[in-house]
């Protein structure tokens, strides 16, 4: 089975700060790495995914998350953010075989200031 | 194309009074899913369905019945409601292509049982 761990709930950060949010994940077999964004009372849309090849993986708003098979970790990063930035983002996993079923983090409020 | 739909958005139910929760998506999507959203705790995987006529446990089973008569409809059921089913239920879909990965999500919708 797989489990993600999201070290923090809410992220409040400045504009124009950098920002990491953090993803710890947990299985016995290989996994493909997302991340989702969901924006006040949406749904949740894809942000980035890691499926294979280069471990760096880019989104076109700016953010980016790196896999780390040793760490089991897939962080993702912002260098400068702004307020559109605001929204809940859950790390999630799921078996590279099988039916598709996403396990998720318990996802991480980003907060922009002013 | 309109994607993932859910219907009703908003409902309030009483202890003991029964509902369904109507999916549709119009993406020729093999894969449909239907999770719960509780705060802190991400969103967790209640049933699935691979295929039309088929259907399947997920995490948090217990309370709840599916149903996938058509392919483009998938039906949530709770016989009894329980104020622990307070939830935002959120719809999912995918294609079954081994080279198709994201799940689409519907816009959720908001139940409080009292």
């Known amino acids: 089975a797989q489990s993600v761990t999201q070290l923090d709930s809410q992220v409040p950060v400045f504009e124009e700060a950098p920002v990491e949010l953090r993803c710890n994940y947990s299985?016995?077999?290989?996994?493909?790495l997302f991340w989702y964004v969901q924006y006040p009372n949406q749904g949740l849309q894809l942000l980035l995914k890691?499926?294979?090849?280069?471990?760096l993986v880019e989104s076109i708003n700016g953010f980016e998350a790196e896999f780390n098979k040793s760490q089991t970790s897939f962080h993702l990063r912002k260098p400068s953010v702004h307020i559109s930035d605001t929204a809940e983002y859950f790390c999630?996993?799921?078996?590279?075989?099988?039916?598709?079923?996403?396990?998720f983090g318990q996802g991480t409020r980003l907060t922009i200031n002013p | 194309n309109a994607g993932v739909t859910q219907t009703p958005k908003f409902r309030v139910l009483k202890t003991g009074q029964s509902m369904t929760l109507l999916c549709a998506q119009d993406?020729?999507?093999?894969?449909m899913y239907w999770y719960r959203q509780d705060p802190g705790m991400g969103l967790r995987l209640i049933h699935y369905?691979?295929?039309?006529?088929?259907?399947a446990k997920g995490e948090v089973p217990d309370g709840y019945n599916v149903s996938r008569l058509k392919k483009q409809n998938f039906l949530l059921g709770l016989e009894s409601a329980a104020p622990s089913q307070t939830s935002v239920y959120f719809c999912?879909?995918?294609?079954?292509?081994?080279?198709?990965?994201?799940?689409?999500f519907g816009p959720g919708t908001r139940l409080t049982v009292t």
């Open positions: 369905s691979v295929g039309e006529g088929t259907t």
């Open positions: 890691y499926l294979s090849g280069s471990t």
């Open positions: 299985s016995s077999v290989s996994v493909y």
């Open positions: 999630a996993v799921r078996h590279i075989q099988g039916a598709q079923k996403l396990v």
């Open positions: 993406m020729n999507h093999e894969y």
């Open positions: 999912a879909s995918s294609y079954r292509a081994s080279g198709t990965y994201e799940q689409y």
